[in-house]
């Protein structure tokens, strides 16, 4: 766990693994992995912006950005705090979730570079009542079940947002993506997976 905003740290033979595999062009965007989770009912952007900005607030290895020094590669968090939420209106689309779908998989696409922000969020409105939100992150920082821990602590802070409700307390102090994780997120159905993007229903009420 990163435990100053200050601090270099050295990155672990896993994270050093991933540094090289796409610093040396072995890979391309591989690393990168999405979740495309579908909303239904109405979103309000602005709450569930600032939801997305305090939940990557809290998760400070995911903030996390990688950098030589002195001949080292060391990760230290940079802020996030104009992580930005992009919008589409899709519902002109003849398949708006399928465009939802492929944008979000263009977007997988696109290599992030290292030493920037290593998140992205995109929601598209797909029907009157529906939107998807897509997440993307670096497995240098996070794996696939940390994307669902953040993601589920968005969901709990923009319930208490726009519910008017104190935001509960964060209960996670590690590092996301541990597997010490692997038991609460049992509950997360991955429902679809194509093209790299894991798409998620909500669950049934």
């Known amino acids: 766990m990163l435990e100053?905003?200050?601090?270099?740290?050295?990155l672990s033979r896993g994270q050093l693994d991933i540094w090289l595999s796409q610093e040396t062009g072995l890979v391309g965007a591989e690393w990168q992995l999405g979740l495309l989770v579908r909303i239904e009912g109405q979103v309000e952007r602005v709450l569930l912006e600032r939801a997305i900005r305090q939940a990557v607030t809290e998760a400070e290895p995911a903030r996390a950005a990688f950098f030589e020094v002195n001949g080292q590669i060391v990760q230290r968090p940079i802020d996030h705090s104009d992580?930005?939420?992009?919008?589409?209106?899709?519902?002109d689309s003849d398949d708006p979730a399928g465009l939802a779908r492929k944008k979000a998989t263009d977007i997988q696409r696109?290599?992030?570079p290292l030493t920037g922000q290593l998140l992205k969020f995109a929601l598209y409105r797909t029907g009157d009542d529906?939107?998807?939100?897509?997440?993307?992150?670096h497995h240098i920082n996070l794996d696939g079940l940390g994307m669902a821990v953040v993601s589920r602590r968005?969901?709990?802070i923009y319930t208490a947002l726009a519910t008017g409700e104190p935001i509960p307390p964060r209960l996670l102090r590690h590092a996301p993506g541990s597997?010490?994780?692997?038991?609460?997120?049992?509950r997360?159905?991955?429902i679809r997976r194509g093209s790299g993007v894991l798409e998620?229903?909500?669950p049934s009420r």
């Open 83 to 91: 992580l930005e939420l992009a919008f589409e209106d899709l519902r």
């Open 4 to 10: 100053s905003e200050d601090r270099a740290l050295p």
């Open 179 to 186: 597997r010490r994780l692997g038991d609460g997120l049992r």
């Open 130 to 137: 529906e939107f998807h939100l897509f997440g993307l992150c």
């Open 110 to 112: 696109t290599l992030m």
């Open 154 to 156: 968005v969901a709990s």
């Open 188 to 190: 997360v159905r991955r």
């Open 200 to 202: 998620q229903q909500p």
